[in-house]
């Protein structure tokens, strides 16, 4: 055999093994991956149970279909101002009211926005099974959207959830709950407005030292909640606040 042939034959079966390769390379098809990330907890001497705070009125949920801003279209049933109101009403005393009936995940506020739905229907399913203390979701009014929540579960465990109004830089509610007082929304308090309720959980009213509302039941325990309105009036971050509603278990 010629010289010229075997080059020629050398040749055609590099190329030959270049096509297998590149046609393997192009036929694999990335694969969206979710991870679910859980921090695996520190070893801590067992705290004793804190009896959870006694629950107050039962409101009835109606879920909403916003979860982004863009979607988001009617307006609340009480309108946010830019800015805190200017007048404090003293909230009314309340008396202890049996326990809300907890709700199905498919009722939070975003659950049925047709992207990440379902993403948010897995993260109220599994913060409700996995953390020690009843968790709250928001099923807000229109105009209002889901804008983002976190859970970890060390020390008695945190979850925090945002709410906003029509963007993600307008009006909102923060709520925390949980036994990780570390984890919670920093904020100062101001006057003290009486009471209101957390969901069916009775807590006490106050202005924010920099404006604003906050709502707390009690604080410090290892079954503590926290929300705070900014940018809004005390009238809709109240009705936010008893609107709130507790997830079942699975």
């Given at each position: 055999?010629?010289?010229?042939?075997?080059?020629?034959?050398?040749?055609?079966?590099?190329?030959?093994?270049?096509?297998?390769?590149?046609?393997?390379?192009?036929?694999?098809?990335?694969?969206?991956i979710i991870v679910y990330i859980t921090p695996t907890p520190a070893p801590t001497q067992a705290a004793t149970p804190t009896p959870e705070p006694t629950p107050a009125a039962t409101p009835t949920p109606v879920a909403?279909?916003?979860?982004?801003?863009?979607?988001?279209?009617?307006?609340?049933?009480?309108?946010?101002?830019s800015s805190p109101s200017s007048t404090l009403t003293p909230g009314p005393s309340l008396a202890p009211v049996p326990s809300m009936t907890p709700g199905p995940p498919t009722a939070c506020?975003?659950?049925?926005?047709?992207?990440?739905?379902?993403?948010?229907?897995?993260?109220?399913?599994?913060?409700?099974?996995?953390?020690?203390?009843?968790?709250?979701?928001?099923?807000?009014?229109?105009?209002?959207?889901?804008?983002?929540?976190?859970?970890t579960q060390p020390n008695r465990g945190h979850l925090g959830a945002k709410y906003s109004y029509k963007t993600t830089s307008g009006p909102s509610v923060v709520i925390d709950e949980g036994g990780d007082a570390s984890k919670f929304t920093t904020v100062t308090l101001g006057a003290t407005l009486g009471s209101?309720?957390?969901g069916d959980l009775p807590g006490t009213l106050y202005a924010g030292a920099s404006g604003g509302f906050v709502l707390q039941v009690a604080p410090g325990t290892a079954r503590a909640y926290q929300a705070i309105g900014t940018g809004v009036t005390q009238a809709t971050f109240v009705s936010i606040a008893d609107g709130l509603m507790k997830v079942a278990k699975p």
């Open positions: 055999m010629s010289g010229s042939m075997v080059s020629s034959t050398r040749r055609g079966a590099v190329a030959l093994l270049l096509a297998v390769a590149v046609a393997g390379c192009s036929s694999a098809k990335a694969t969206p909403t279909s916003t979860a982004t801003a863009a979607a988001a279209s009617a307006s609340p049933s009480a309108s946010p101002s506020t975003g659950s049925s926005d047709p992207v990440h739905g379902a993403d948010y229907i897995a993260f109220w399913t599994s913060s409700a099974t996995v953390l020690p203390f009843s968790v709250y979701c928001g099923v807000v009014p229109g105009g209002w959207f889901f804008n983002g929540s976190v859970y209101a309720i957390f």
